[in-house]
């Protein structure tokens, strides 16, 4: 059997046992001091001494145990994503030397109320993060999406100060327009423009786009990405729950939640963090990474926007990523309804090797890019279907 080393160069380290031999790793974020993890045939899940909760996840997560002995490194990364509830392990947060840092939070506040500026309060929206409204603007009557967070004492400040920090500098057409930060009593009010088109996700739903349409909206996503990769930044969860557009036809990217900024001294990440059937082999693998990860993304949203929904969606969470890290890059269920020119696009945009991906100013450069309609097609398609809020 292939013998392994360095599954997770962080924190303490223990041993990993693999026929009757130990190898020295560094241990997972989720394992305690002394835990003794052995690689076996004979136990059920082909691991034994893992934490109760990674061997639930293991016995209900797809895999047979031939398949975690054989590729231990890929399953028990993903194992950390999916137990820590698949919304990341931030490792990278300490400051590289000559790193721009964000500011902190309290610099980004408005001393105004927004309960006497925001009026015409209408939930939207609730999740982990916090419960998001529509409001109006009282003086400029501007309507608006208004994210509010409860600050509590597990809240992680940092995250928080680099999503603002983030909006608060990009000003591009494909990304959403940050509008302000407010404090009411224990809760945090991120304001942003509001699109009446809702998410991209809820068009898939009800139509079936040509191969223009998707190149359209391709293209639009593209710009963001092309710009926020110029200044040196990652989105790190591009998706179509993420794309928003407007009432007019604008697409535009959105949640900064994930979002990195890269440097001279830190050119690479290597945080596993995103959505799981959108994020990129290397993500889930745990090594270094950059840009390419965004167009990776790009390409499953794209295969998305083709059939309805993206690839692997069927599966549980650890054998999807056990899949994406390990397996091909997936294709269209029904390649023949495509072009040859769509189908070059995905194989660009989904090169295993990230090297060998293609970066977003290629793709907007490349022939199905030029085949995308005017934005005024989602005008139509949004008063179709009532998606107009």
């Not at 001091?33 to 082909?46: A, F, M, P």
Request: hydrophobic letters at 40%.
């Amino acid at each position: 059997m292939k013998l392994f080393k360095n599954l997770f160069k962080r924190g303490a380290e223990h041993n990993v046992e693999i026929g009757g031999q130990d190898v020295e790793i560094g241990a997972p974020l989720n394992f305690q001091s002394g835990i003794h993890v052995v690689v076996d045939l004979d136990s059920d899940t082909g691991f034994k001494g893992l934490p109760k909760e990674w061997e639930a996840i293991m016995k209900g997560g797809g895999l047979t145990k031939e398949e975690a002995v054989n590729n231990p490194e890929e399953v028990l990364q993903a194992l950390e994503f999916v137990a820590g509830g698949m919304v990341g392990k931030e490792q990278d947060k300490k400051p590289e030397t000559g790193a721009k840092q964000p500011g902190k939070l309290v610099d980004y506040l408005s001393t105004e109320d927004p309960t006497k500026i925001f009026g015409k309060l209408t939930k939207l929206d609730e999740g982990s993060s916090g419960i998001v409204y529509k409001g109006v603007h009282s003086k400029t009557n501007m309507k608006c999406a208004i994210k509010v967070i409860q600050i509590k004492a597990d809240t992680k400040l940092e995250t928080l100060e680099n999503e603002i920090a983030i909006m608060h500098t990009c000003k591009h057409k494909n990304i959403v327009e940050y509008v302000g930060s407010y404090s009411v009593n224990q809760d945090l009010w991120i304001v942003m423009e509001f699109l009446e088109g809702g998410k991209l996700t809820d068009l898939l739903m009800n139509t079936q786009l040509s191969e223009p349409e998707i190149a359209c909206i391709c293209k639009e996503n593209l710009q963001a990405l092309k710009y926020l990769h110029d200044n040196n930044r990652i989105h790190r969860d591009i998706k179509s729950d993420n794309i928003l557009l407007g009432a007019k036809g604008t697409v535009k990217l959105a949640d900064f939640g994930f979002c990195a900024e890269l440097n001279n001294q830190n050119d690479k990440r290597k945080s596993v963090v995103g959505t799981p059937y959108w994020m990129a082999p290397e993500v889930i693998r745990g090594v270094d990474y950059d840009t390419k990860v965004d167009i990776w993304s790009l390409g499953i949203m794209a295969l998305e926007m083709a059939d309805g929904e993206p690839p692997l969606l069927d599966l549980p969470p650890l054998r999807a990523l056990f899949i994406i890290a390990t397996q091909p890059p997936p294709t269209l269920r029904e390649p023949e309804k495509w072009s040859s020119t769509f189908k070059d696009f995905l194989a660009l945009a989904l090169a295993k090797n990230p090297q060998k991906r293609a970066s977003a100013d290629e793709l907007l450069n490349h022939p199905f890019i030029q085949k995308a309609c005017d934005t005024k097609f989602i005008v139509n398609l949004l008063k179709k279907y009532k998606l107009n809020k």
